[in-house]
């Protein structure tokens, strides 16, 4: 028996901590399975409870490693430290970004690195001449099952790989510039997307590439010219194969193509805006708005394409959706410590967010890191130079962004009262339970009162943090508990300790002589009155 050790990765184009399942566990399993070997998969979480869990495999493969470093709530993403003490009496292999981070090679251990896939299929025995073209399309449609595994079943998000690598291959920092672009055919798309539809999922991510709008696209121009037909053709042919999915979201989208081709980029954001689900984010990988960064960062897009692509969007994904959220807005990716930043790169960053709150737009998450240098990128000719320099500059600057921004435009996209679906509860800290939708992107909100985990709850939005909002849970005001009524805007201890004494309520008459007629149409929007 083989292990299979999801150490979880975060990359570039891939998201692999829970809830997210990235590609990699499926794809080894179909590849056990192909070649006739029986295997084990658990999770880094599942381990660490457990580390007799692969005690009878023979060897095990570890999948690890965070590219681009975040706070993660679904589950801790394996450490180099903890490497080094997995089984050193068995064979481990080694695949993932972590490779990137060894210094030496590691004793015990075989790392392959990317695209693995291939070279780990021979390490195993298999041989060349029994693999299809696209082998990759075959494993993600044996490994489909691996999904049951997981701990987290059936509250999984899976993410779909639609293509692999990067067409620019300039940005100084970006790994991605180690993949030559390599396109999987729509139907070993949904192909996969029907297995694992068939094994109980109903979440999905089209991520893993590095601009979901150029999937298909005209690949023979300088910027690649994206195919609205195809685009619809695509997601017509998912949800004709998997009508009940619950979640169809995106990834990245690089601004650029937007500006460079307006009319098919419009096209292509109401075919989503129709086709995928609402709280929907496109991650714009914007960097910088300094010029002289992007300049001497070979970045993309430059700030005025941004601001166009965030109105384009807003056009369009703007309104609420059934969940609460709105369909489609744009993410925007910064990145501190690039070549040529100075104290003035901070300004003009924080100027252009300004700018969005000014022109009454909406975005849906502001990423601001310090970037990760590694050795085979141009940043590793100066290193983190800038970000041990700019370190102070940096965390003022996130500390502004939170306060000046973050809350406001939360404020905005989620006002007062708005009704969140399908919150999926995580985790509880004292009479908060903590959850968030099954999405691309989504936000936490503490839930006033005490759940379990991955109970699912809907709740109104009461009050925001810097990046988070508390809502109160749907409930009868004959069940709401004192802790929960206090949080209700503009009802208080006193009228929340007097509803608690005057209860039951037999209809809306009986709360009216209670509460007054004011606060009254305050309850009827956060809770269940007993009709008159």
Known sequence: MIGILDGYVDEPSCLGVPPYMAPYPRYIAGMLEKLGLKWRYATADEYR?????????????????????????????????????????????????????????????????????????????????????????????????????????????????????????????????????????????IDEIKALYSNGVRHFRLGNQTDFFTYMADFSREYPKPDPDFMKSFHRAIWKECPKIKTLHLDNVNPKTIAEYPEESREIIKIIVCYQTPGNVAAFGMESADEKVIERNNLLAHPNEVMFAIEMMNRYGRHAGYNGLPYFLPGINFVFGLKGETKETFQKNYDF????????????????????????????????????????????????????????????????????????????????????????????????????????????????????????????????????????????????????ARRPFRDEGEVERTVGEEKLRILKRYLFLPKS
Request: charged share 30%.
């Open 353 to 500: 967010l300004m700018d969005i709150l000014e022109r009454e737009l909406l975005v849906r998450r502001v990423n601001l890191r310090q970037v990760k240098v590694f050795d085979f990128t141009p940043m590793a000719e100066i290193g983190e130079r800038n970000v041990r320099r700019h370190k102070r500059y940096f965390k003022l600057f996130k500390e502004k962004i939170r306060k000046d921004f973050d809350r406001r435009m939360l404020e905005r996209v989620l006002p007062k009262g708005r009704l969140l679906r399908d919150l999926r509860v995580e985790t509880r800290s004292g009479k908060i339970s903590f959850a968030r939708q099954l999405a691309t992107y989504p936000i936490l909100v503490g839930v006033v009162g005490e759940f379990e985990r991955n109970t699912f709850v809907d709740a109104r939005v009461v009050d925001y943090g810097e990046r988070s909002v508390t809502a109160v849970p749907e409930l009868d005001i004959n069940r709401a508990s004192l802790h929960q009524l206090i949080y209700i805007p503009g009802i208080g201890r006193s009228t929340a300790s007097a509803i608690i």
């Open 49 to 189: 409870r457990n580390p007799e869990i692969f005690q009878k495999a023979e060897k095990i493969i570890v999948i690890a490693g965070i590219a681009v470093p975040g706070k993660y709530l679904g589950g801790k993403p394996l450490s180099l430290r903890e490497l080094f003490s997995i089984y050193p009496d068995k064979e481990k292999i080694l695949v993932g970004p972590i490779i990137l981070e060894l210094k030496e090679e590691m004793e015990g251990y075989t790392a392959i690195p990317f695209p693995f896939e291939y070279k780990l299929y021979q390490h195993l025995g298999g041989k060349a001449e029994n693999l299809s073209r696209n082998f990759v399309n075959e494993f993600a449609v044996l490994g489909a099952r691996v999904v049951r595994e997981h701990p987290d079943f059936p509250n999984v998000i899976c993410e779909i790989e639609t293509y692999r690598g990067c067409y620019w291959k300039r940005c100084s920092f970006c790994i991605e510039r180690i993949h030559r672009v390599s396109m999987r055919s729509p139907k070993a798309v």
